[in-house]
């Protein structure tokens, strides 16, 4: 009976240490690579990106601007048109938003905004909800952003009322009624929090904050996914993970992750096909030869190639 008890007490005592997994364990990311030549500059980020993504439409203004922020607006001028926009930043000057035709790839028209980063863009209720300085959200009325966008030149669109303090507004997405925002971390896991929209644009705070990829840039909601870009440094190639929706921790989530091109920024999802922005191509590191790989174009997947890793 001695040796029964003691031996039951050492199982459990080694179940008990096989159990007590770290709170941030480590996320293992596909790398394996095509080898040869790809339809972008620099090396090969992975297999699984290089047969999901393709070149899409080019970003203006990259002697001048950066981008960050990708979003998505429906309908823009009435017409049944699309847009995919992108909002750029330069310090010391006003930030831009360029209104990017899905089907053709043009430029339709380039806004003047107050000076931010602009890690964010996106659309939702009448509203375009983007980036401000510090952890803030500005509201523009889409029909004032519709109006600019049509205007000739750059003309200045004036955020409606202040900017609303969040807890991080690295990035965001929208998807219905609900933006989600969170905080870039290079050191570790970040926060992102869900925030309901009412018809004046005015954000609620939902309980609860989701943990996300360490040095998250972009991120696209699905009904089912949150699908983010993650980056940090321009010798660096970046991270593509795919979380199926549901637990907010992190390590709890079924999810997958491959490598992908240096300087991932925004994404945004257009009628099944996923957007990502890169910031390599503007004038800030296209010339560095530091720069891993330089892609002045969005690049674009199906958002099923993509969801489809975790079903």
């Not at 509203?127 to 029909?143: N, P």
């Not at 943990?211 to 089912?224: F, H, M, R």
């Not at 800030?284 to 199906?302: C, E, G, Q, W």
Request: net charge neutral; with cysteine.
């Amino acid at each position: 009976m001695r040796i029964l008890a003691i031996s039951t007490a050492l199982i459990t005592t080694a179940a008990a240490l096989t159990t007590a997994l770290p709170a941030n364990a480590a996320i293992s990311c596909d790398t394996a690579t095509t080898g040869g030549a790809t339809f972008y500059d620099g090396p090969s980020a992975s297999k699984k990106y290089d047969a999901r993504f393709s070149n899409s439409a080019s970003i203006p203004n990259l002697s001048t601007y950066t981008p960050q922020g990708a979003g998505t607006w429906y309908n823009w001028d009435g017409s049944g048109k699309n847009l995919l926009l992108v909002a750029a930043y330069r310090e010391g000057a006003d930030s831009e938003i360029y209104g990017i035709d899905p089907s053709t790839g043009s430029t339709v028209g380039v806004v003047a905004i107050a000076e931010s980063h602009v890690g964010g863009i996106a659309v939702s209720k009448g509203w375009a909800f983007v980036a401000g300085q510090g952890s803030s959200i500005r509201k523009y009325r889409l029909t004032d952003l519709r109006d600019a966008l049509k205007a000739a030149g750059t003309p200045y669109l004036a955020q409606v009322g202040t900017a609303r303090d969040v807890a991080g507004s690295s990035f965001i997405g929208t998807y219905g009624d609900s933006l989600f925002a969170g905080t870039f971390n290079d050191t570790g896991r970040g926060t992102m929090y869900e925030y309901k929209i009412a018809d004046d644009g005015t954000l609620t705070t939902q309980a609860g904050a989701w943990e996300i990829p360490t040095k998250t840039q972009g991120l696209t909601v699905t009904a089912n996914h949150f699908i983010y870009s993650t980056s940090y440094g321009r010798g660096n190639r970046s991270n593509i993970y795919v979380v199926k929706r549901g637990q907010k921790d992190l390590d709890a989530a079924a999810l997958s992750c491959f490598r992908a091109p240096s300087m991932t920024e925004g994404f945004t999802e257009y009628n099944g096909t996923a957007y990502l922005v890169y910031e390599s191509g503007s004038y800030l590191y296209a010339s560095d030869p530091a720069t891993l790989n330089v892609i002045p174009r969005m690049h674009k997947a199906s958002i099923s190639s993509l969801t489809s890793l975790v079903p």
